[in-house]
């Protein structure tokens, strides 16, 4: 039995990493590392793959967003961070987990429907079995919490059906995980489209602020972020433009939403679009400083990931080896335990 609380999340190196990733994960994962709680934390770049890569780019990439978790508060005296593919048992579990779910509980994810309108023919079977290995992520560590962003909430739904099918057909074995969304800053949308998710693979190059963007960059990006044509600055989700501006000026700041309503009074969008952008700059400061030492310390990185893999191997292969004698694998595996 696990007597503190556990919390396992994952990022992919497919892109640059955007305020939208922090606001609605990265910044709430430092957070959770408490007394209480166990925390494990990968760059996931088996889930990279379900859509092309370049393999150097990806290599890069990938030790680049640990270097930027490093850079967001992930502690690796408190956390286990890692990368997916050093521990197979991700993906063996995965495999377990795809002859218990049915074919029909993931045709009806809504994301791979999006991501895979963009490739049609051309989608990967790894795209769309992306949640059933984003399950076997959570599962093999036994995760109570699991701290994402909005758009993960189906996933994280799937994810608690599979477990609690998989425990009713073998008997308990998974731990089921609850999802733990932010009320502020779940969903932070696009600049140039507020209608839109924030995402690393959109190509305008004005839709994300990137958590390594220069600050003149940041300024840019907030000066061109698409608004109305109204003047009032106020929280109404009929605005979506003014109404993502004043969410990620809340984030950043903390302050309330009256306190932020109260500051702009009376002032104009360009106003809002300064002090966002000023915010979000000073916001970032403290993470692009740490992450200037962590990316000049390629054996340091090193290290950490793979002491964060060793720590997560004694973990996942236990709970892999439990689940494989269940389901009766292997030739010494025992084939009681099958409950129905
Ligand atoms: N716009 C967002 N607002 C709040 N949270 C977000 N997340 C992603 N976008 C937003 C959260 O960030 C975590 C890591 O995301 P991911 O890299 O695993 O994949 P994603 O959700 O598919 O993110 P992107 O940026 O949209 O990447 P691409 O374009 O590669 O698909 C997750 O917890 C996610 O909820």
């Known amino acids: 039995m696990v007597s503190k609380v556990r919390v396992l999340s994952g990022i992919q190196p497919t892109g640059n990493l955007h305020i939208g990733n922090y606001l609605g994960a990265v910044r709430q994962w430092a957070a959770m590392q408490e007394d209480n709680t166990e ?15 370049d393999p150097k780019e990806l290599r890069a990439k990938t030790r680049e967003v640990a270097a930027i978790l490093l850079a967001a508060g992930i502690d690796p005296k408190r956390s286990v961070l890692f990368v997916q593919s050093d521990v197979t048992a991700h993906a063996e579990l995965a495999w377990i987990l795809n002859c218990v779910t049915p074919f029909g509980w993931l045709t009806r994810m809504t994301q791979f429907k999006d991501k895979s309108a963009r490739q049609q023919e051309g989608a990967s079977a790894g795209l769309f079995d992306y949640p059933v290995l984003m399950a076997a992520d959570i599962l093999l560590y036994q995760a109570h919490k699991v701290p994402v962003g909005e758009d993960q909430k189906q996933h994280l739904e799937l994810t608690r059906d599979i477990t609690m099918r998989f425990n009713r057909l073998f008997g308990e074995t998974f731990t089921v995980p609850e999802p733990r969304i932010l009320e502020i800053g779940a969903r932070i949308m696009g600049l140039d489209d507020p209608t839109k998710k924030m995402s690393k693979s959109e190509a305008n ?5 990137n958590l390594l963007d220069p600050p003149d960059v940041i300024r840019r990006k907030f000066q061109r ?3 109305d044509s109204l003047t009032d600055i106020r929280f109404d989700e ?46 970032l400061r403290p993470l692009q400083e740490r992450y ?31 689940a494989k004698r269940r389901v009766g694998l292997g030739a010494g595996a025992d084939q009681e335990s099958r409950v129905q």
């Open 39 to 53: 925390c494990y934390y990968c760059v996931v770049d088996l889930h990279a793959i379900t859509v092309p890569q």
């Open 292 to 322: 200037a030492v962590y990316s000049k310390d390629p054996a340091q990185l090193d290290a950490v990931l793979r002491d964060g893999a060793a720590r997560a191997r004694v973990v996942a292969d236990k709970t892999l080896a439990d």
């Open 238 to 283: 009929n605005r979506p433009g003014v109404f993502n501006l004043l969410t990620i000026c809340q984030s950043f700041t903390g302050e309330t939403q009256e306190a932020i309503v109260t500051r702009f009074a009376g002032k104009g969008y360009g106003d809002l679009k300064r002090a966002v952008a000023e915010a979000v700059v000073e916001g």
């Open 225 to 227: 972020a698409t608004t």
């Open 205 to 209: 190059a004005n839709h994300a602020v």
